[in-house]
């Protein structure tokens, strides 16, 4: 899949359809975990082998929905796969808008996500995220990481939906 700017590459292990937005939904609303090591390995597969990172985040979901649910699933999935990459898993995004974006038309999604940067990281940085349709989150992200200091940020998404544009 084409890396949209400012991201260096773009990995997406699936399409979100069929078992693949089944297993992430079960995840995403019902916290059924039992996915979660087989996507990390599925996305650990299919990262590119040339990639020289230096730590692993994650695009936060919104305060919001991180209590309503008490997880942060793109947390667990990052965490997961730092596990199976052998790369340090580092919190440095806070999202500063209020809500999520599930329901949102493409307009109102490439103009909702916002990000803040913690601490001062550096190098190269691989932002995960669960599911990508506008881009719109892992461009913000990559953003405020390059903002922030960072040199280059690569993007990896569990799936993409079918009608994912840039």
Do not use: C
Not at 53 to 67: D, E, I
Not at 79 to 89: D, M
């Amino acid at each position: 899949m084409p890396a949209p700017e400012p991201l260096a590459t773009l990995t997406a292990v699936f399409v979100y359809t069929g078992v693949g937005r089944e297993m992430l939904t079960r995840l995403k609303y019902r916290n059924q975990r039992a996915s979660i090591g087989w996507l990390a390995t599925a996305m650990a597969t299919a990262l590119p082998e040339h990639l020289h990172l230096n730590a692993l985040t994650w695009a936060p979901t919104s305060a919001q929905r991180r209590r309503r649910r008490g997880f942060d699933q793109a947390e667990l999935l990052a965490r997961a796969l730092g596990r199976k990459i052998g790369l340090p898993v580092v919190s440095v995004l806070r999202r500063i808008d209020a809500a999520g974006q599930t329901g949102l038309n493409r307009s109102q999604r490439v103009a909702a996500p916002e990000f803040a940067v913690r601490g001062s990281p550096q190098g190269a940085i691989l932002v995960l995220d669960d599911v990508i349709t506008t881009a719109a989150t892992l461009r913000a992200a990559a953003y405020a990481l390059l903002q922030a200091g960072v040199q280059r940020v690569d993007g990896v998404v569990a799936a993409a939906t079918p009608i994912t544009q840039h």
